[in-house]
């Protein structure tokens, strides 16, 4: 009897944990909506649904890497690259703008699951130097980043900017993968794979997991995803900007820890992820609504407001035992 | 406490203010209302939206962002709203979004890159907001994607800059170039206008090194240090903007140099950097003026009235050298 | 001469050595060969004002490192130290009125403070280090900029010594460098609070069962890193004769983190390397020196960064158990 | 009857050891194979190589009567092979139902796991082990020995021709033990091998058909158990002379303790209604200086909550910890050990030693205040302890400088122990302080424990092995489902009596 009991309030607080970033993001939104008046509307919630899309993306890779016990600082650079590929190859039609960025960016994160499952090189430092390269690579194919590349092909820029029921086809591009990852997290054996060498990676190989080729896999995921990203956006905005993506790794972090996936591996989950995305989207869109604010006091805000939501999402989740 | 301040008194409000290159229109293609399609609406009481690229942390953004806000209120337009996009990209077009979102009729708009605002654009076009993009071009059609351009031409800038290190070279010599940040539109542009008058005009001067100081004192500090130390015998340093040729000079000076051996020529025109002048250190700097408040809402104005409006609007960039630093401080931002 | 690591045990076979080796002095092996090929093919690289010049840039990234060994080995992260730069850079400018020292002494204590928030999150909340110390890098360049929203130049005299003068031909802040180094190299091999830094990154349950306090010696270890990083970002002020707290110290802490990391110090906690993250530093430095006195584009700067960094964490990897 | 697995004179060498020398050792198809040795002699070092974990440097590896090499652990659990490692070795933050069935998770349409049947079938499987709990549970929530039923479980599940076992039973209770030696013998009469290490030899004696004795990485001996004398297996696990092993004794606990009254002495520690949801429910704990106070009960009935929560590593919803009659500040583990409380934890590798210290440096851990002067610590103070400790407690390690992951189970736990000893306190809550430790440094440890006591030291035995339990006690408090169920002293004190005291209670 009291196994069960206790373990109702486990669960509950298991709920607690997992949604806590959805809890905060719905206060977010009531207390936006009653402050100002210009928050609320359709536009003003399309325009944050379909600009997180691209970091959700992202994001969802990043959270496979992150229950996996590891961690994609590349991602930023690998958005950019794909960015630039995309719009390199839409010269050449639909078809090379979608399979340059996702090939070089497939193989980028080939290599650096190759290096981190084989060498036992820390993640961080693997991708950091990925960071690096990837960024330096982009410049060297658009003269120093002086060339931008333009999206001509038609059927590619509408993949970006076409519309339905008021939101462009990433939204609802996001929303299917993110469907699907849930699904592979959950429900194939691949994803408990990625909690089992997140949560103990001795014991997952002794249990006879695949842990090489699962962190090569979590790796070429976070990889194409970022590549993807990368590729949408360029649909979007028409061109393959070269100065996108300084600093986007962190905000795909901050978005999945939030969401409450564990930085040390093994826990989380893909709703988590969405809901730390939105809040990030939220954030911005609130400092955005005051108006005056200058550009330092912005950024002391959005700092408190991320110091808040990890403080709460954290307070929210302690009720969690701990083992 | 800080110290006491040292630089001159902040410049009075008309000082320095912005003069257009071409008197208005007079070559290219114009715009009116009806050619945009837009409907009349007042300016004072109208939501205008203000999207700022960079922090205001530098004196061309702060001089900038003043500057359209002075005017609004000068204007007494009340319901200015402004953003900042902290430097990145994507920031910036959500930004605007959401400013059209919450129903903006005038958009200004300092661009962080020339390209990626088709989003952007077709947004605004919907609901026919105009868009006036100020010190950065955006790459679309005038008078239909935006309203029109008012700013300065870097690539003029570079070409400007190179005749000023001829000059002080007198034609021959070797020269380093501290680009800017990577990627970014102005980096090429005044990059480009200095190489190509070079070729050009003074095949005499090698540009024997070029490296990033990414637009900041500190980087441009310690790329010259690098540079003097491997390359002691260049004459000239091009600093795509002031605070790397400040940079410089402190590098300079801690290396022992005296003021003046290396030639150093800027782009921004910045207080410090005209004080630089008139110190000895700097041996010009094309000015790039940041006060486009005046200009922007004047032309919004004349494009409510239903005049006809230039396609862009280039100012004219003075240059400054030790014959006018000193006068000039005043004006500097 | 191994740092907090234990010795290895007494060896026989000659491969297992080479490779110890390789292990415990690789990244010393790396900074000589990249020496070698700078005195080889880089001209005028054996003057004294050039190492002067890699040794003076290289100060504050060594100083930061050096807190950030110390929060590393408690398998934490501080991602705020370049944030923490710029408001030690806000707050001398705001309080050089008052002498040179007074300003100092104010900014490193407000580095102590955006130390103590950290450590505090991550020790009492429960915060994970990397999040908490991410909300800090976004809010305290915040603080800093709207404190002094722009570069201020200052001409007090004797900040600018500080920057710029030196005692017997070395410059003050190489030898401030140097001095927190052995401080820190004692602290961590000969100090109870040493011990229990890398006894709580090993195994922080084990640790708090055996009675060491835990939560304070977290705090403690973010307040030193916010310290140091405090005190580097005064030295790039005093030199750079201007305080910046727009970009100074951006991007220091993934600078900081690969010294750390290319020293050897694992990422998962519980080891310090300190001589060798200060090595560390000295080979990013290196590199980075090399790639600008040749004047290679950014793109291949960035791409043969990558490159070394990976040979050199590679050669320092923890050995697979087989 | 051909070998399923056979070493054929493996070696393997760790930096500063040679861990297999030349072993030799074939395992026949239904038969429960022996394998014992003291702390550090290479059986679990022999079973990872026989599993792909480690890769011999010498010596082949033949798997039904070809040579083999295994890679990885996946190319033996292939094989066939299957295993529980000495340390629980499963995914504490997964549930109970997917680390029973990581890799076989019953599928439903599209090759999608169902859930649904995932959570029934791991139900079905762990009752028929006698573990009744919500397999949707975090594993971690679980006592160490109900993970310890979930890996075997997992174990057994599987298609396996050998099953190899490394020292399963040394978090069990005896009515798990039963259910498991239930579970060796059902394989057996399948015909599939069973490799079993264990140091607690009633139990190998119960279900071994025949031993390998390792000693120092070499075989000491092989062949049939039956007829091989208690005293004589151990003289070859040790490596001693039989008559001198006969003379010594097996004696654990050296004195009679049941009869010692010191009754009158105020206690040393006295632990007030400590309460907390769901785990403990009004304990009131006391030791008295020299007394050896023991806590029996069965898995999950709250001992090892009441151990910590006694030295104040567990939050508490009610009660008081008194030390020499001055309530302890709660929550310190600090305070508490600074009044003279200590605990050895019952789960060494996440709450014990420190992997990447030294044997050095986790010994000194606890006793560092006391080794330091100025907050400096002194290297001579510390080698001199260690060194006192290492003898003392016979630690096999290569050099006090080792890392202490790299030792065996057993050293680990000696390690701990040393440090714990090195605050020298006046309580000490030992949680299974013999688990897996070989019988020659058990008597020594037991001997200690004896000897403490009579040196003053109150102590508090947690452990599962009745038999120590009941010769090392003075006295007996039985728990069950977080409360105190019975107290049994003085003649009272037998394996008997606390069991009668754990049904009673079961039965209403
Ligand atoms: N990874 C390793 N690195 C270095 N030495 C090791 C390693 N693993 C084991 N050893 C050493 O090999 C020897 C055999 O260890 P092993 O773990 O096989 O002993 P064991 O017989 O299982 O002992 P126990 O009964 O204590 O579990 C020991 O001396 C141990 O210190
Ligand atoms: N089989 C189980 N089913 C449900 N909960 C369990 C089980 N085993 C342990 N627990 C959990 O562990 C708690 C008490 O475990 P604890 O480790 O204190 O017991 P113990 O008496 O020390 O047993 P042991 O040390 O033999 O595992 C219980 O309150 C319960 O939450
Ligand atoms: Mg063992
Ligand atoms: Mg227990």
């Not at chain 2, 939206?49 to 953004?61: I, L, T, V, W």
């Not at chain 3, 710029?86 to 400018?93: G, S």
């Not at chain 3, 401080?183 to 922080?204: E, H």
């Not at chain 4, 890769?55 to 292939?78: C, M, S, V, W």
Request: proline share 4%; glycine share 10%; charged share 15%.
């Amino acid at each position: 009897m009291t196994s069960i009991a206790s373990s109702r309030r486990e669960q509950v607080s298991r709920v607690l944990q997992q949604h806590g970033a959805l809890m905060v993001l719905a206060m977010l939104v009531i207390v936006g909506s009653l402050t100002f008046d210009s928050f609320a509307t359709a536009g003003n919630a399309a325009s944050v649904v379909v600009s997180s899309s691209f970091l959700a993306v992202i994001a969802i890779g990043m959270t496979f890497v992150i229950i996996s016990g590891g961690i994609d600082l590349s991602v930023g650079s690998l958005f950019v690259l794909g960015g630039v590929l995309a719009a390199y190859g839409s010269q050449y039609g639909l078809l090379m703008a979608l399979a340059l960025p996702l090939g070089a960016c497939g193989v980028v994160g080939l290599l650096q699951g190759l290096v981190i499952a084989r060498t036992g090189m820390a993640p961080f430092i693997v991708t950091l130097a990925g960071l690096l390269g990837v960024r330096g690579l982009m410049l060297a194919i658009s003269d120093e980043g002086a060339t931008t590349y333009l999206v001509k092909n038609p059927a590619f820029a509408s993949l970006g900017q076409g519309e339905l029921l008021g939101l462009t086809y990433p939204v609802y591009i996001t929303a299917a993968l993110a469907l699907v990852a849930m699904v592979l997290l959950q429900r194939t054996g691949f994803g408990q794979n990625v909690y089992a060498i997140g949560g103990n990676e001795q014991a997952a190989a002794l249990m006879g997991v695949p842990v090489a080729r699962t962190k090569v896999a979590v790796y070429v995921m976070s990889a194409l995803l970022a590549g993807l990203a990368g590729a949408l956006n360029a649909a979007r905005l028409s061109s393959g900007v070269t100065i996108l993506g300084i600093g986007l790794e962190l905000d795909a972090i901050a978005a999945v820890v939030i969401g409450g996936t564990l930085l040390t591996g093994g826990a989380g989950g893909i709703t988590g992820t969405v809901a730390g995305v939105l809040l990030l989207g939220v954030i911005q869109s609130l400092i955005n609504q005051v108006g005056n604010l200058t550009s330092a006091f912005q950024q002391v805000v959005s700092g408190a407001f991320l110091a808040l939501v990890v403080v709460a999402q954290r307070l929210l989740s302690k009720a969690q035992r701990l083992s | 406490k800080s110290e006491e301040p040292q630089s001159a008194p902040a410049a009075t409000s008309t000082a320095g203010q912005q003069v257009v290159q071409s008197p208005s229109g007079s070559a290219g293609p114009t715009c009116t209302l009806d050619q945009f399609g837009g409907k009349k609406f007042d300016l004072k009481t109208a939501t205008v939206g203000f999207s700022q690229s960079e922090k205001e942390a530098n004196p061309f953004r702060i001089a900038e962002t003043k500057s359209i806000k002075d005017e609004a209120a000068k204007l007494g337009i009340a319901n200015l709203k402004v953003t900042n996009a902290q430097s990145q990209f994507s920031k910036q077009i959500t930004d605007v979004q959401q400013l059209i979102a919450q129903g903006v009729q005038l958009l200004v708009i300092a661009p962080l890159n020339s390209d990626g605002w088709e989003p952007v654009l077709q947004q605004a076009a919907a609901k026919k907001v105009p868009i006036i993009t100020v010190d950065r071009k955006i790459n679309a059609k005038a008078c239909s994607d935006y309203l029109t351009f008012i700013g300065s031409d870097f690539h003029e800038q570079g070409k400007r800059a190179a005749d000023r290190m001829i000059d002080a070279l007198a034609g021959k010599g070797k020269v380093a170039i501290l680009l800017g940040a990577p990627g970014n539109n102005v980096t090429t542009e005044r990059t480009d206008g200095f190489k190509e008058r070079i070729a050009e005009k003074a095949p005499g001067i090698q540009i024997s090194f070029e490296q990033t100081g990414e637009f900041a004192r500190e980087k441009g500090q310690q790329v010259t240090e690098q540079l003097i130390q491997s390359n002691p015998d260049i004459n000239g340093i091009y600093a795509e903007n002031d605070e790397m040729a400040l940079g410089a000079v402190t590098a300079l000076k801690g290396a022992g140099k005296e003021a003046g051996t290396i030639k150093i020529v800027s782009v921004d025109g910045t207080r410090s950097a005209v004080q630089g002048i008139a110190d000895g250190w700097l041996h010009a700097v094309i000015e790039s003026n940041p006060r486009f408040g005046p200009l922007a809402f004047e032309t919004a104005q004349k494009f409510l009235d239903g005049q006809a409006i230039p396609d862009k609007v280039v100012i004219s960039d003075r240059d400054y050298d030790t014959s006018n630093a000193k006068d000039s401080l005043g004006e500097a931002y | 001469m191994t740092e907090l690591t234990s010795k290895p045990a007494p060896r026989t076979d000659l491969k297992p050595r080479i490779f110890a080796w390789v292990q415990d002095y690789g990244v010393y092996a790396a900074v000589l060969a990249l020496l070698l090929f700078n005195v080889l093919f880089t001209p005028h690289f054996l003057d004294v004002s050039n190492f002067r010049t890699q040794f003076v840039q290289v100060t504050p990234i060594v100083i930061v490192s050096l807190g950030m060994a110390l929060v590393i080995g408690t398998q934490g992260i501080d991602l705020s130290v370049g944030s923490v730069m710029a408001l030690a850079a806000a707050l001398v400018a705001l309080y050089l009125g008052y002498g040179a020292l007074p300003a100092l002494i104010v900014a490193v204590i407000g580095g102590a403070v955006v130390g103590a928030a950290g450590g505090a999150l991550v020790a009492y909340v429960g915060v994970q280090p990397i999040v908490a110390t991410l909300a800090l890098l976004v809010g305290i360049r915040g603080i800093a900029n709207v404190l002094v929203p722009q570069l201020v130049e200052f001409r007090n005299p004797d900040l600018i010594a500080l920057g710029s003068s030196s005692v017997a031909g070395i410059p003050i802040i190489v030898l401030i460098a140097a001095a927190l180094t052995l401080i820190m190299l004692f602290v961590v091999r000969r100090t109870t609070f040493g011990r229990q830094v890398v006894a709580i990154g090993g195994n922080r349950s084990a640790s708090e069962l055996s009675g060491l306090p835990v939560k304070r010696v977290l705090l403690i270890v973010y307040v030193i890193s916010g310290l140091l990083a405090a005190l580097a970002g005064v030295l790039a002020t005093a030199r750079l004769q201007a305080s910046d707290p727009t970009s100074l110290g951006l991007f220091i802490e993934l600078s900081a983190i690969t010294a750390v990391v290319v020293g050897g110090t694992p990422l998962t906690g519980g080891r310090i390397r300190v001589l060798s993250t200060v090595m560390g530093a000295l080979l990013m430095q290196l590199l980075a020196a090399t790639l600008i006195k040749h004047n290679l584009p950014q793109s291949w700067t960035q791409m043969v960064q990558a490159v070394i960094i990976l040979a050199a964490v590679y050669a320092t990897r923890e050995r697979a158990n087989r | 009857m051909a070998a399923v697995l056979e070493a054929k004179g493996i070696s393997k060498r760790f930096p500063g050891v040679l861990a297999l020398d030349s072993v030799h050792l074939a395992l026949l198809p239904g038969e429960v194979h022996a394998l014992v040795g003291e702390n550090g002699a290479g059986k679990s070092t022999l079973i990872k190589v026989f599993t792909g974990v480690y890769h011999p440097d010498g010596g082949e590896l033949r798997h039904l009567g070809a040579p083999a090499a295994f890679g990885t652990p996946l190319d033996a659990q292939r094989a066939g092979i299957s295993t529980i490692y000495q340390e629980v070795n499963l995914v504490p933050m997964m549930s109970v139902a997917r680390n029973l069935l990581l890799g076989r998770e019953p599928r439903g349409r599209f090759g999608v796991i169902d859930a649904t049947r995932m959570y029934a079938e791991a139900d079905r499987i762990l009752s028929g082990y006698g573990v009744d709990t919500d397999v949707r549970r975090p594993l971690r929530t679980l006592g160490i020995g109900a993970q310890q039923m979930v890996a075997l479980a997992r174990a057994v599940a599987v298609d396996a021709r050998v099953v190899i076992m490394d020292e399963p039973t040394s978090s069990l209770e005896p009515r798990e033990v039963e259910t498991l030696f239930g579970v060796i013998r059902r394989l057996r009469d399948e015909g599939i091998a069973v490799m079993y290490v264990s140091h607690r030899l009633d139990e190998l004696y119960q279900v071994c058909d025949r031993v390998t004795v390792l000693r120092d990485g070499r075989v000491a001996h092989t062949g049939p158990l039956a007829g091989l004398d208690r005293l004589k297996l151990i003289s070859l696990m040790l490596g001693r002379d039989l008559n001198e092993v006969k003379a010594d004794g097996l004696t654990r606990f050296s004195r009679d303790r049941h009869g010692a009254a010191n009754g009158q002495e105020p206690p040393a520690v006295e632990a007030r209604g400590l309460t907390r949801r769901h785990v403990l429910d009004g304990i009131d704990v006391s030791v008295r200086p020299g007394e050896v106070v023991g806590l029996g009960g069965l898995l999950g009935a709250g001992r090892t909550e009441t151990a910590k929560a006694i030295v104040g590593a567990m939050p508490l919803d009610g009660g008081q910890v008194l030390v020499a009659g001055l309530p302890l500040r709660g929550g310190s583990t600090a305070a508490a050990i600074r009044a003279g409380i200590s605990l050895l934890p019952e789960d060494r590798k996440a709450e014990g030693i420190v992997p990447t210290l030294s044997v050095r440096e986790n010994i000194a851990l606890a006793a560092l205040p006391a080794l330091a002067r100025a907050g400096v610590v002194s290297d001579a103070k510390i080698d001199r302890m260690v060194e006192i400790f290492m003898r003392r407690l016979r630690i096999k390690a290569a050099s006090p400088n080792q890392l202490v992951s790299e030792l065996s189970g057993g050293n680990q736990q000696k390690v701990l122990l040393a440090r714990w000893l090195a605050v020298r306190p006046k309580v000490l809550l030992l949680d299974e302080p013999t688990r897996g430790i070989d019988v020659g440094a058990k008597a020594e440890v037991q001997a200690l424990i004896d000897e403490l006591a009579e040196e003053g030291l109150g102590v508090l035995l947690i452990s599962s092995d009745l038999e120590e339990l009941v010769e090392g006690a003075d006295r007996i408090l039985v728990l069950r489902e977080g409360a105190v169920v019975g107290e049994l002293t003085g003649d009272q004190v037998t394996e008997e009596r606390i069991m009668a005291t754990i049904a009673e209670q079961s039965d209403d």
